[in-house]
């Protein structure tokens, strides 16, 4: 499958008006193709820190830069692309058996990050090179 099909750049509407933005994101196939299970933040890294670097078997993302900025590279072992998350209304969808590095963190980057699944360590796959063998299968 092309990288391109496993990811999707998604412009969430500002329902804000003079007193300030609104930003509203729906689970179930209204604004994210799953329904919310989890969510999580990261914030206090700074632009050396690198974050993520593993895949998951079944689990799917919605990331957003709720403050500040970060950049995630994408890999499906084949292709890799570089996502400059930078707007809080910019969401970045990404597929399971993705694999994933969250970097480039700026001091006020707030990186929220809505999850398909509840925790599961055993669905993380966090060597990449045994990520590769389990594409390739």
Known sequence: MALKDQYKIIEFKDLGDERGNLVVIEGEGMDIPFDIKRVFYIYGSDSEVIRGQHANRETEFLLV???????????????????????????????????????????????????????????????????????KK
Not at 75 to 85: A, F, H, K, M, V
Not at 121 to 130: A, F, L, T
């Open 65 to 135: 830069n709720v403050s500040g900025s970060s950049k995630v590279k994408v890999d499906n072992g084949e292709e890799t692309e570089i996502i400059s998350l930078d707007k809080p209304r910019m969401g970045l969808y990404l597929s399971s058996m993705l694999w994933k590095d969250m970097y480039d963190f700026s001091e006020d980057s707030v990186l929220l990050v809505l999850a398909s699944r509840h925790y599961d360590g055993n669905e993380y796959i966090r060597n990449y090179d045994e990520y590769l063998e389990i594409i």
